[in-house]
């Protein structure tokens, strides 16, 4: 059942390069439910395909130099745009500029209400040597999370990071998930024999992303065991040559495939040849490939710097957690694969029965949930 309630999103970017990729379908449901809803962004121009809803790059951003250093920031007149929509609720994410300008034109609002995402505990800033303990940051985070009137989590870990840490009153808050992201793949014929275990990463090419580690790990098994194993590289970015020439010095040209960047509609194909799906990562807020990979249906090697890893993996039943430092760790992991193949059927069947917690549907209908809980008290079409 539709409301009337007008909506509008405030976010910095959704999607990737006007794309809105793993986005898409949940804000399609978004907008069947909540059809008088205005999306403005910062960075992100695109369409809702079968809608006639647009994503607008509509925010200006203000730009400053400080020393060398050139600093992008939305506008302030974001405020102005919310003054023209007249939204009953507003949607933002995490704790940003564009958040604050919304709760302070919600204190000025009696009749308005703010739904606030929060992806996750970010812990992995301190990856980035960005430190929690910051007064500061933590005071402009605690005033929007107080003003907004519900907040939307993914997980636990996260309720315990806003109540514990910026006091945010529990009753606020709402854990179940609303981002994920989840890929089609062809029916798998189970009578097929792999000569070789196909393990897949997806991701940028980047020194956080920790695909050194990986490469070091596969070269530490035995020419025996490299023969029979298979990984396939998905993505770009800087360190593509890097990798390129660890590849080469060790002799993995038969092992290591390097695909570049793929269209998001056909990463499908990849994930249903893959066996193992590996995020040696050294840092990610919540790496959304890992719920693709759940959606396939494949084993996980996954990483204790990834934030999604305790949603995504239970660690010996589905795949396993590691430090991806840990090279040894990490090569052992794959070698049990090797050793013992009948691990990827039965930890794929788990990742299936884990999936089921994050599919797209589940996703968008928490999200719906969540606004239709912020605006229960407003009443509509004065």
């Known amino acids: 059942m539709t409301t009337p309630a007008r909506v509008t999103w405030l976010f910095d970017s959704i999607g990737y390069n006007n794309k809105l990729l793993y986005m898409e379908p949940i804000l399609k449901a978004f907008v069947s439910q909540f059809p008088n ?76 209400r703010v739904l606030l995402l929060v992806e996750n505990d970010p812990l992995y800033l301190k990856y980035y040597g960005v430190s929690r303990n910051n007064s500061v940051y933590d005071l402009f985070r605690r005033f929007i999370g107080r003003v907004a009137d519900k907040v939307l989590c993914n997980n636990e870990k ?38 070789r275990l196909s393990l897949l990463f997806v991701g940028q090419l980047i020194p956080r992303k920790g695909l050194k580690h990986l490469l070091n790990a596969i070269n530490s098994l035995s020419q025996e065991q490299r023969t029979r194993l298979q990984l396939d590289i998905l993505g770009d970015g800087p360190d593509r040559k890097l990798l390129s020439d660890m590849i080469e010095q060790y002799g993995l040209n038969e092992v290591v495939r390097l695909h570049g960047s793929q269209p998001y509609e056909s990463i499908g194909d990849f994930y249903g040849k893959a066996d193992v799906f590996v995020l040696p990562t050294l840092g990610d807020y919540r790496a959304l490939v890992g719920f693709e990979a759940l959606s396939a249906g494949l084993s996980i090697v996954g990483s204790v710097f990834d934030g999604a890893s305790s949603e995504i993996i239970e660690d010996g039943v589905n795949g396993f957690i590691v430090d991806p430092r840990d090279e040894v760790s990490l090569a052992n992991k794959i070698q049990a694969f090797l050793d013992h193949p009948e691990l990827v059927e039965k930890f794929g069947k788990e990742s299936e029965r884990i999936a089921k917690k994050y599919t797209v549907n589940v996703a968008a209908s928490n999200l719906i949930e969540a606004a239709k809980e912020c605006i229960a008290d407003l009443k509509f079409g004065k």
């Open 37 to 112: 809803t205005t999306i403005f962004t910062c960075e992100t121009a695109a369409q809702i395909s079968g809608t006639d809803y647009e994503v607008k790059k509509a925010l200006p951003k203000l730009t400053f130099k400080i020393g060398h250093r050139t600093f992008s920031l939305p506008s302030p007149s974001a405020i102005f745009k919310l003054a023209h929509t007249r939204p009953d609720l507003i949607v933002i994410n995490e704790f940003g500029l564009l958040s604050f300008y919304a709760v302070l034109y919600r204190l000025f609002k009696r009749d308005v």
């Open 158 to 195: 996260t309720v315990e990071y806003l109540t514990n840490h910026l006091g945010i009153p529990a009753s606020k808050i709402k854990s179940a998930c609303y981002l994920t992201s989840s890929v089609g793949v062809p029916v798998k014929n189970c009578s097929d024999k792999k000569e």
